[in-house]
């Protein structure tokens, strides 16, 4: 049942389609303090055109709301928000869906004196100045986290990500799509590196999101182990998922944090655990606890690599993922390609990564000439399957062919020169709304 739950997400690529994943961070425009829960649910709640277009826990609580036909909102452990394209056949129609969506916000935001900026990491709040958003499977994800890392909360609260969703048609061709997803996650880290900035100042890192990823929860996230090995199959996901803990179960729509720490396979074998018994609610659930640069969902396979960024960047993410992953022989070239490092290696290229983006060298790894090649082939994939798609990545040409810049080298080069270390220059240039 697990492994066909996984099995049943192949398509017919004539019905591969692309979704979309933007998340912001939102601030008060008068102070610049993160918006907390009472200020998001006004805000988002002027989104919705009806009232069964709002959910909400406990009766009182905004949590999650559609977006007309554009797909959905939620909200991140600190306030972050998410926005959740509708999966499209095309970039255009990708496009179009996100920047109506900023449309919207932008007016949304101006109404409420708020603003929401594009980044990797907040540039401007420590940890305690975070605004917990009061969601019940983040009350339970909260401390079981903080055990396991000592950035685990700095993620939750201070991070935000593109995520790319695309889709497989074939066990093997899943195979290919997750393992290349793992292990080109370093390389795409460092081409859409943005957030050089913390509590108003240089952090030392090109991706400090990155960074607080490394010291999260070995578990779960980073390199997928199975990524380091050949032929993997919908069965050894679904074993080493088994292998990953629990953090949480959920009953009723209530979350309980009782069986945290339980291998899921200990969990399956001893019937439960402090009174629940297992139902297949817990395994849905405990898949979307995974959080591997590249992931298994039910529909398709998550690419979780990229630092929050503006429209052209989120588009141009899309583009590339999709050139590499639409076309057969892009895919075999990129496969051929890509980094085969250990855990330890691999590892490594992370750390140095986070730390100095396009610039680094490890592991016998030269990541500026790796991104100039991946920039390369995925524009060759494109341009045979999406041909009108291609421009998606003109920002990547000029910028990682050459300029042989991230996002976040630009913003260390105005920091240090026309912006004379000014956050208040950092902020206006980051903002989207």
Same mark, same amino acid.
């Given at each position: 049942?697990?492994?066909?739950?996984?099995?049943?997400?192949?398509?017919?690529?004539?019905?591969?389609?692309?979704?979309?994943?933007?998340?912001?961070?939102?601030?008060?425009?008068?102070?610049?303090?993160?918006?907390?829960?009472?200020?998001?649910?006004?805000?988002?709640?002027?989104?919705?055109?009806?009232?069964?277009?709002?959910?909400?826990?406990?009766?009182?609580?905004?949590?999650?709301?559609?977006?007309?036909?554009?797909?959905?909102?939620?909200?991140?452990?600190?306030?972050?928000?998410?926005?959740?394209?509708?999966?499209?056949?095309?970039?255009?129609?990708?496009?179009?869906?996100?920047?109506?969506?900023?449309?919207?916000?932008?007016?949304?935001?101006?109404?409420?004196?708020?603003?929401?900026?594009?980044?990797?990491?907040?540039?401007?709040?420590?940890?305690?100045?975070?605004?917990?958003?009061?969601?019940?499977?983040?009350?339970?994800?909260?401390?079981?986290?903080?055990?396991?890392?000592?950035?685990?909360?700095?993620?939750?609260?201070?991070?935000?990500?593109?995520?790319?969703?695309?889709?497989?048609?074939?066990?093997?061709?899943?195979?290919?799509?997750?393992?290349?997803?793992?292990?080109?996650?370093?390389?795409?880290?460092?081409?859409?590196?943005?957030?050089?900035?913390?509590?108003? @100042? !240089?952090?030392?890192?090109?991706?400090?999101?990155? #960074?607080?990823? *490394?010291?999260? /929860?070995? &578990? =779960?996230? %980073? +390199?997928?182990?199975?990524?380091?090995?050949?032929?993997?199959?919908?069965?050894?996901?679904?074993?080493?998922?088994?292998?990953?803990?629990?953090?949480?179960?959920?009953?009723?729509?209530?979350?309980?944090?009782?069986?945290?720490?339980?291998?899921?396979?200990?969990?399956?074998?001893?019937?439960?655990?402090?009174?629940?018994?297992?139902?297949?609610?817990?395994?849905?659930?405990?898949?979307?606890?995974?959080?591997?640069?590249?992931?298994?969902?039910?529909?398709?396979?998550?690419?979780?690599?990229?630092?929050?960024?503006?429209?052209?960047?989120?588009?141009?993410?899309?583009?590339?993922?999709?050139?590499?992953?639409?076309?057969?022989?892009?895919?075999?070239?990129?496969? @051929? !390609?890509?980094?085969?490092?250990?855990?330890?290696? #691999?590892?490594? *290229?992370?750390? /140095?990564? &986070? =730390?100095? %983006? +396009?610039?680094?060298?490890?592991?016998?790894?030269?990541?500026?000439?790796?991104?100039?090649?991946?920039?390369?082939?995925?524009?060759?994939?494109?341009?045979?399957?999406?041909?009108?798609?291609?421009?998606?990545?003109?920002?990547?040409?000029?910028?990682?062919?050459?300029?042989?810049?991230?996002?976040?080298?630009?913003?260390?080069?105005?920091?240090?020169?026309?912006?004379?270390?000014?956050?208040?220059?950092?902020?206006?240039?980051?903002?989207?709304?």
């Amino acid at each position: 049942m697990m492994t066909d739950y996984l099995r049943r997400g192949a398509q017919s690529s004539s019905e591969w389609k692309c979704g979309l994943e933007a998340e912001l961070f939102g601030y008060t425009q008068s102070t610049l303090e993160r918006l907390d829960a009472r200020q998001l649910q006004r805000v988002l709640a002027d989104f919705a055109t009806t009232d069964d277009r709002l959910y909400y826990e406990h009766d009182s609580l905004l949590v999650e709301l559609c977006v007309g036909g554009l797909g959905h909102l939620t909200i991140e452990p600190g306030g972050q928000v998410e926005f959740s394209g509708r999966p499209r056949k095309t970039l255009n129609e990708v496009a179009r869906d996100l920047a109506s969506f900023l449309d919207r916000l932008r007016a949304v935001a101006n109404q409420h004196g708020v603003i929401f900026l594009a980044a990797g990491f907040d540039p401007l709040r420590s940890i305690v100045d975070q605004k917990w958003f009061p969601k019940m499977r983040y009350a339970v994800m909260r401390p079981y986290l903080a055990l396991q890392g000592s950035r685990a909360w700095d993620m939750m609260t201070r991070t935000c990500a593109v995520q790319v969703s695309l889709d497989f048609d074939s066990e093997s061709d899943w195979f290919k799509k997750f393992t290349l997803g793992n292990r080109l996650a370093p390389i795409v880290t460092a081409i859409f590196a943005n957030s050089p900035f913390a509590e108003g @100042k !240089l952090s030392g890192y090109k991706s400090t999101r990155a #960074a607080a990823w *490394l010291k999260t /929860d070995d &578990a =779960r996230s %980073g +390199l997928s182990p199975l990524a380091t090995r050949d032929n993997v199959t919908f069965e050894d996901y679904v074993a080493y998922a088994m292998g990953v803990p629990m953090i949480f179960a959920r009953r009723k729509g209530i979350y309980t944090g009782a069986p945290g720490g339980i291998l899921f396979a200990d969990f399956l074998e001893n019937n439960g655990a402090v009174g629940l018994s297992p139902i297949f609610q817990d395994w849905t659930d405990h898949l979307t606890t995974i959080f591997t640069d590249a992931r298994a969902k039910p529909q398709c396979i998550e690419l979780r690599s990229a630092d929050g960024g503006s429209l052209k960047f989120a588009l141009a993410l899309a583009a590339l993922w999709k050139g590499l992953f639409y076309d057969g022989e892009a895919l075999g070239e990129a496969l @051929k !390609l890509m980094p085969r490092l250990d855990m330890a290696s #691999a590892l490594a *290229l992370r750390e /140095d990564v &986070a =730390r100095r %983006g +396009l610039a680094a060298r490890a592991a016998g790894i030269d990541v500026l000439a790796f991104a100039k090649d991946l920039v390369r082939i995925a524009t060759n994939g494109l341009r045979r399957t999406s041909p009108g798609e291609v421009h998606y990545l003109d920002v990547l040409h000029e910028m990682v062919l050459t300029d042989e810049m991230s996002p976040a080298d630009v913003l260390l080069r105005n920091w240090d020169g026309l912006w004379h270390h000014s956050m208040a220059k950092v902020v206006e240039y980051l903002r989207v709304s």
